[in-house]
């Protein structure tokens, strides 16, 4: 039977309580301009759109 495939991003190990996925600019590592989006599992293709907005909005 046809099933989905992919990896799930987790950031929490096995047994740990859920972590929320991380969207930070680096400036205060000494990488300013640079970005991680972290973790980010369901819901986050339907959040794409927004969460593009809200880099665009910490870029700005
Ligand atoms: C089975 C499944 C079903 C899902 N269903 C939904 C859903 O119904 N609705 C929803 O909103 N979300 C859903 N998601 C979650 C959604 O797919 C993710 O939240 C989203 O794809 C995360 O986007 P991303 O760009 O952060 O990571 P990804 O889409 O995983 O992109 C990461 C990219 O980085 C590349 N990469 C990885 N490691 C390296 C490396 N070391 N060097 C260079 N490139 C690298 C990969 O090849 C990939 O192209 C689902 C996920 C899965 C697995």
């Given at each position: 039977?046809?099933?989905?495939?992919?990896?799930?991003?987790?950031?929490?190990?096995?047994?740990?309580?859920?972590?929320?996925?991380?969207?930070?600019?680096?400036s205060?590592?000494?990488?300013?301009?640079?970005?991680?989006?972290?973790?980010?599992?369901?819901?986050?293709?339907?959040?794409?759109?927004?969460?593009?907005?809200?880099?665009?909005?910490?870029?700005?």
């Amino acid at each position: 039977m046809p099933d989905t495939t992919g990896i799930r991003a987790k950031r929490q190990k096995p047994g740990e309580g859920f972590k929320d996925f991380v969207i930070r600019e680096e400036s205060d590592k000494g990488y300013p301009g640079f970005f991680n989006l972290i973790g980010i599992e369901s819901p986050g293709l339907t959040a794409s759109l927004a969460i593009a907005e809200f880099v665009k909005k910490l870029l700005a």
